[in-house]
């Protein structure tokens, strides 16, 4: 299997070959997922189950807190799967986990779950309700004191509904020529849900606020803490791979945006992006247009991956564009590509886990 270069040179994701990665993942809820229709990345009425469920089955192949993995409506499983079978195949040195507002802690032993004391955030039209400084510090605070036997950790996320509130960070943070570049767990994505939540949460934005005070209304716990990760570990020389899509992108428009605000650079040769073939190749979204949105360059990789050899209808709903990414599938998938997994190997592996 091969990896696809979306910006930048291949070189960063070559010089990681056959390297053993920490395999990081930031699980957060917001309640701006409770609301009908806007995301389909879970159960429907038990979307906050998402990160709970999503971190049972990444690190112990079954999940405690439900009787079976979250499908969406049309049956679609997590695509934590993808992540699960990486692992399986061609395992992670680490699996560990960020507490950025579980809602239900996930029922798991023996495998480091990093609590910060915040809370689920409050659904955006009604204001986050977050305190955006005291996680970022909490972040930065983090990463300058992060330390990790691999040689360089992959960074992922698992929030429903967390897209819209990326796509209204990116909106309040000024970044009007992203507006149609969010994608979105549907195919087609929902916007006449999406816009009139985001009309009413960056109602309440006005220009005298600071970037803190925007990010407290209408951001996530997931995109304010891992921006100040991001910055936190720029003091090491820790290499960072940002697993996911357009949530992902908006945690370094974030970044970007706190650098122009407080000054400092960031060298972001110690930084890349990964994501999937779906982000790379939706019609719906643009992650590269985010990306070079940037003032600063960024690597960024999509993995040669795709359920076009399944048996199984459901998976190869993924080629069709539902259930795009998630759970760092696209950095995983990446490092399969690195360590020498097949396509094949993982489909199969996939396949295995729904009883195909």
């Known amino acids: 299997m ?7 040179k291949k070189d960063f994701m070559e ?3 056959g390297k053993k990665a920490t395999f990081l993942l930031s699980c957060s809820v917001t309640k701006t997922a409770d609301i009908e229709g806007i995301s389909q990345a879970g159960i429907p009425g038990k979307m906050h189950l998402t990160p709970t469920l999503d971190a049972e089955f ?3 192949k ?3 807190s439900l009787d079976d993995i979250a499908t969406t409506s049309k049956g679609i499983p997590t695509p934590g799967l993808i992540t699960r079978a ?7 040195e680490n699996i560990e986990f960020l507490n950025l507002g579980f809602e239900v802690m996930p029922k798991i032993d023996y495998f480091k779950i990093h609590n910060f004391d915040i809370k689920p955030s409050n659904r ?3 204001s986050a309700k977050i305190d955006a400084m005291a996680i970022f510090q909490k972040g930065l605070e983090f990463g300058q004191n992060y330390k990790s036997s691999s040689k360089y950790t992959i960074l992922a996320e698992t929030i429903p509904a967390g897209t819209t509130t990326a796509k209204a960070t990116a909106m309040a943070l000024g970044y009007e020529e992203c507006e149609e570049y969010f994608a979105s767990s549907f195919k087609k994505t929902p916007n006449a849900i999406r816009d009139k939540v985001l009309k009413s949460a960056l109602y309440k934005i006005d220009n005298s606020m600071d970037i803190f005070q925007k990010l407290s209304i209408v951001s996530d716990n997931m995109i304010v803490f891992n921006a100040g990760f991001i910055l936190g570990l720029q003091s090491t020389n820790h290499k960072l791979v940002l697993a996911g899509g357009t949530q992902m992108a908006a945690v370094l428009l974030t970044v970007n945006s706190i650098l122009k605000t407080m000054g400092g650079e960031i060298d972001s040769s110690k930084l890349a992006l990964c994501t999937t073939k779906w982000i790379a190749e939706d019609e719906n979204s ?3 247009a985010i990306l070079k949105s940037l003032d600063f360059k960024i690597a960024a990789y999509y993995a040669e991956f795709d359920f076009s050899t399944s048996k199984s209808e459901v998976l190869k709903l993924y080629d069709k564009g539902e259930a795009k990414e998630g759970v760092g599938a696209g950095g995983a998938l990446v490092y399969a590509a690195i360590n020498g997994a097949s396509k094949g190997e993982i489909v199969k592996k996939v396949e295995s886990f729904i009883g195909v």
Not at 2 to 8: C, E, Q, Y
Not at 86 to 92: A, D, N, W
Request: proline share 3%; charged share 30%; no cysteine.
């Open 58 to 60: 990444l690190a112990i």
């Open 2 to 8: 091969n990896f696809n270069t979306i910006l930048g």
């Open 15 to 17: 010089f990681l070959r």
């Open 62 to 64: 079954e999940v405690r």
């Open 286 to 288: 643009n992650i590269e």
């Open 124 to 126: 955006i039209d009604e």
């Open 86 to 92: 990486v692992h399986e195949i061609k395992p992670f």
